[in-house]
């Protein structure tokens, strides 16, 4: 079975040459973080994900994580060594604020350490990923004592972090939930409620726990405007600030999970002894819900994230079967010998189509996480608004968008393996089982979808969706000076008016207050937008990789400008076929009868 292979290749040519890497390195306290340093960095976490976690990702599929008899999650043969390998490594904190003893890089960066890790092994990677949100909530809405308290300790990830908002009456609708949290004298709280399917919920990695919890006080209004955020620790501090007795809480059980398998999914009980689970209020009540944002906008990106990782190791996982596995004869040449598959056109297209779809992905994701970076170190208030209106209208897109690329990419990758990609020894299955959670964890696909044509969209009356679209324009510009991306440069066009048709059709029924109509088009619209967002990435690498950019490897950038015009030749068209879909309005469906 093949292992996992960093391409580090793709990867740092993507933070310079498109993510903007450079821009990045000259804010405000990144300065250390300048392209060559990264490159090193990156080449020795790729060292440490391939060698010392992706072997673990099958024995964890395997194994999967397990409820003992004494309550607590027992993690696979391998995972608290390599957790603790982690630590010492520095990879936990490298992108984590150097205030709090973390390393200082660039989220930019941050990201890209992250997407080894989560290609490496997706269900280890949940448990950091979920501790990094914990920090920045923290950060920005923890109070002086909560902060010295516990941050070092998450930053360092000797403690995890976690994210509790889901209970069996409240999923999409946050706003149901029920958990009561009532003040003490002494000005904690006491957490009563049950939460269902908490990721990483308890396991054997870390001395402590913090969950990050929503809950309601009782006179707090209904909705999502009556909830508040609290840290609820596994273990009270004692007052040396050491994990001393344990919380009132509870894992009643774990999830049996389609894929994920080492990620303990959990039913958390608080206040099961009827104490109360000890819990202290972050920012102030009432505001819970805007606060948790902050971690769950963070997660959004991290889950997107996961699309791109699964499509990798899927994408790897193929290729190399594809090269050994030998079937069947060329059609129409002299041969009489059976080929390896890879040789048959049929092959050639799906693993193309994945690798292309990667790399337009991983584009996205970097310019995202690069708006993440400006929006807190950009010199001027303009940029910094700029950046934030970029970040929120991205942000859906990355999640939902690449989440579902990523199940698609898995099972063209279980396809490229026949009856083998079936069978789960050889591995393909497992990505895409790993892959099937992403589109639904973190706010579900569709309700990304109504976030980006309710909320963003109408941002500034459309204004930042249009700025976007006029910056892609330009690089369509550019590509005219080149013959070989005529083709593609003619499709970015049409796909950029296409999407232009669609964004003022919905912006039209907002206007209107047809709603309906509007809904009815958010997911076709959403995933019309990433692929034109795709199609202005790989454009732009296209473009870069023809400008030979000094030190780079020829052949890796004929290889890059082949991969963008496949891209741009064959998958972006298929964004004006979805124009249909957004302007369909609700008629259809609303008749429909179910
Ligand atoms: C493995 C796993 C790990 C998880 N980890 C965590 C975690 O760590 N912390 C946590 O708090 N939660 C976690 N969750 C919960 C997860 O975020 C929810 O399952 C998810 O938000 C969807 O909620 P639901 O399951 O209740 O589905 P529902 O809300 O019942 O949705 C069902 C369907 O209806 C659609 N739908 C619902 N409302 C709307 C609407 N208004 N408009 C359009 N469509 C709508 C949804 O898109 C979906 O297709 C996890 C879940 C799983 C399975």
Not at 582 to 591: A, D, F, I, M, R
Request: net charge negative.
């Amino acid at each position: 079975m093949s292992e996992y292979q960093p391409r580090l290749d793709d990867m740092t040519f993507t933070l310079n040459h498109v993510a903007g890497l450079e821009a990045v390195s000259k804010l405000n306290g990144y300065q250390h973080a300048d392209p060559v340093t990264v490159g090193t960095i990156l080449e020795e976490a790729g060292r440490f994900f391939s060698e010392v976690i992706a072997p673990l990702n099958r024995i964890g599929d395997v194994q999967g994580s397990v409820l003992t008899e004494d309550g607590t999650v027992r993690t696979p043969d391998g995972f608290k060594e390599a957790y603790q390998k982690y630590l010492e490594s520095g990879w936990a904190s490298a992108q984590l604020p150097e205030e709090w003893g973390g390393g200082g890089l660039p989220y930019m960066i941050g990201v890209a350490i992250q997407e080894m890790f989560k290609t490496a092994n997706m269900a280890f990677a949940l448990a950091p990923s979920l501790t990094h949100g914990a920090v920045e909530a923290l950060e920005r809405h923890g109070s002086e004592d909560l902060k010295t308290l516990y941050l070092e300790k998450l930053v360092s990830g000797e403690w995890a972090g976690t994210m509790n908002l889901t209970e069996p009456e409240a999923g999409s609708d946050v706003g149901a939930l029920r958990t009561k949290a009532i003040k003490q004298d002494d000005g904690s709280y006491r957490l009563f409620g049950t939460k269902i399917f908490i990721t990483w919920g308890d396991q054997d990695l870390t001395e402590n726990i913090l969950h990050l919890v929503l809950a309601r006080t009782p006179d707090a209004p209904p909705g999502t405007r009556g909830i508040s955020m609290f840290l609820v620790p596994k273990f009270i501090l004692d007052e040396n600030g050491r994990p001393g007795e344990r919380n009132d809480l509870k894992v009643l059980s774990l999830e049996h999970k389609l894929g994920i398998h080492a990620s303990p999914t959990c039913v958390l009980s608080y206040g099961e002894q009827g104490k109360g689970a000890v819990g202290y209020l972050v920012g102030d009540e009432q505001e819970g819900m805007r606060n948790m944002f902050t971690m769950m906008n963070a997660s959004r990106v991290g889950v997107g994230m996961e699309g791109v990782a699964i499509g990798e190791r899927a994408y790897q996982h193929a290729l190399q079967y594809a090269r050994e596995r030998v079937q069947g004869r060329p059609i129409g040449a002299d041969a009489r010998k059976s080929v390896p598959i890879i040789e048959h056109p049929d092959v050639r297209r799906m693993l193309l189509t994945m690798r292309a779809n990667v790399e337009a992905m991983r584009s996205l994701l970097y310019v995202t996480a690069g708006e993440a970076d400006h929006m807190f170190h950009a010199d001027t208030e303009e940029r910094r608004r700029l950046a934030s209106d970029r970040l929120a209208l991205l942000t859906p897109i990355v999640k939902a968008w690449c989440t579902d690329l990523g199940v698609e990419l898995a099972s063209i990758g279980m396809q490229v393996h026949g009856g083998m990609g079936y069978v789960e020894e050889t591995g393909a299955a497992q990505y895409l089982r790993d892959s099937r959670i992403a589109p639904i964890y973190e706010g579900t696909n569709g309700i990304q979808a109504v976030d980006l044509v309710l909320r963003k969209l109408p941002v500034q009356n459309g204004a930042v969706v249009a700025g976007l679209m006029a910056e892609m324009a330009e690089v369509g510009d550019k590509m005219g000076q080149h013959e070989e991306l005529n083709v593609f440069q003619h499709e970015l066009s049409s796909a950029l008016e296409g999407l232009i048709e669609t964004s003022t059709w919905l912006g039209h029924r907002l206007a209107a207050g047809d709603i309906q109509a509007a809904l009815a088009g958010a997911s076709p619209y959403l995933r019309q937008f990433g692929t034109v967002l795709g199609g202005w990435l790989m454009g732009t690498a296209a473009v870069e990789a023809l400008r030979a950019p000094s030190g780079l490897d020829p052949g890796f950038l004929s290889e890059k400008v082949n991969t963008a015009r496949f891209y741009g030749e064959q998958i972006l068209p298929t964004a004006n076929g979805l124009i249909a879909s957004v302007v369909g309005g609700s008629g259809l469906l609303e008749n429909a009868t179910f």
